[in-house]
């Protein structure tokens, strides 16, 4: 019995240990890239632990702000290499999550997805980035929130309004923190600004967004359609149905 | 005998249960979007004109087709597309993002931001993506 197990696991050992050829150091990576990057790059390394040559058939990435270049198409027994994934910040934030799959000639391991994890740290995060009001509500100030990363040296922001129908006042709550009030001077009629937020000595500027929203269509009231009545027709004629009511 | 058979059939399943756990984050049923997020093509249609599709792919995409009257909005031009999204944008209006490709996560991302960022309710993502718009395209 104690025989029989052994040799169960064993097989199964010698089984896993047949298959793996290209051997990766790590298949995912976290990347936090500085506040001024535009680009995270990641370096997924590997080996070829078997005894036959590994050929890439393809290297694609999930997204067109990630791309993947290998060193070479074909990894020798023993060799190593690495395969290089650089993801495009843009205006991207928060953490991101793109994968490359990895293609090769070796069936006992046809596809590797490799992940990239990127946190993409923001000077300045705006919440809400977008505040309205309703076609003739009351003109009230609402307020966005803003905060400065940890560690970042701003002290002041400076707001500019697009439209000067809307009125804006920042105000310091703590150090890092802000808070924007802004206020149309009436809704009666639709208009919109877009709010520029920089932070003091920085050339970097964000953006926020202020609306009001037009008076929506009236929706016509819904009726349901009227039951079809028989009626009886006059002597002489064809019965006519009456037509549905909209 | 019947219990070894057992024991040896249990042991089979350690190998499968060990890469089950190591890869759950790979398990393709497991979806990262809630299914209160997600919307299919026929329900989003039958929203008519209180819908407004928002298409998250690259500029080279949505130049090349899209979902007729959507709004291109992708994480590489944020801060220029969105004003122009929220112009379109009202409160009675329920938003569709789209994507290529069912594992894509465009359409993920841009849903997020605008829930997260922008505030804004009743933010879908398409079940499917664009390939299941054009699958069931009238």
Not at chain 1, 1 to 25: N, P, Q, V
Not at chain 1, 75 to 93: C, D, L, N, Q, S
Not at chain 1, 186 to 197: D, F, G, N, Y
Not at chain 2, 12 to 32: C, H, K, L, N
Request: hydrophobic residues 40%.
């Amino acid at each position: 019995m104690k025989t029989r197990i052994l040799t169960f696991i064993l097989s199964i050992l010698w089984c896993a240990m047949a298959r793996a050829e290209l051997k990766w150091e790590q298949t995912t990576l976290e990347l936090h890239p500085a506040i001024e990057d535009k680009d995270a790059v990641g370096h997924f390394k590997y080996q070829n632990t078997g005894d036959k040559p590994v050929r890439f058939k393809s290297v694609r990435t999930s997204c067109g702000c990630t791309v993947a270049q290998t060193q070479k198409d074909e990894v020798p027994a023993g060799e190593k290499g690495e395969i290089t994934a650089t993801f495009h910040i843009g205006e991207r934030t928060g953490t991101q999550i793109k994968t490359v799959n990895v293609e090769t000639d070796n069936p006992g391991q046809a596809v590797t997805v490799l992940t990239l994890k990127a946190v993409i740290p923001q000077l300045l995060e705006i919440k809400p980035t977008f505040v309205y009001w309703q076609a003739d509500d009351a003109p009230q100030a609402k307020t966005i929130s803003v905060t400065a990363a940890k560690d970042s040296p701003v002290t002041q922001i400076k707001v500019t309004s697009s439209n000067p129908e809307f009125q804006t006042k920042v105000e310091k709550v703590r150090k890092g923190e802000f808070k924007i009030d802004i206020q149309p001077k009436q809704t009666s009629k639709p208009m919109s600004a877009t709010l520029t937020i920089q932070p003091e000595n920085s050339p970097k500027m964000f953006n926020a967004t202020a609306s009001v929203m037009a008076v929506a269509a009236a929706k016509p009231m819904w009726t349901p359609p009227l039951m079809r009545q028989a009626v009886a027709p006059p002597p002489g004629t064809s019965p006519t149905p009456a037509s549905p009511q909209p | 005998m019947a219990r070894q058979a057992l024991l040896l059939i249990a042991l089979a399943f350690v190998p499968a249960i060990g890469e089950a756990i190591y890869f759950r984050d790979r398990v393709s049923w497991q979806t990262p979007v809630p299914a209160s997020e997600l919307v299919t093509v026929d329900l989003a249609r039958g929203w008519g004109t209180n819908a407004i599709w928002v298409d998250a792919r690259t500029d080279e995409e949505f130049q090349r087709d899209h979902i007729p009257g959507a709004t291109l909005l992708n994480e590489d031009r944020w801060n220029e597309l969105l004003p122009q999204f929220l112009a379109q944008w009202s409160p009675d209006k329920k938003v569709v993002v789209y994507c290529s490709t069912e594992s894509c996560n465009l359409a993920l991302e841009v849903a997020r931001r605008l829930r997260n960022e922008a505030q804004l309710k009743d933010v879908f993502v398409l079940q499917g993506g664009w390939e299941e718009w054009l699958k069931t395209k009238e």
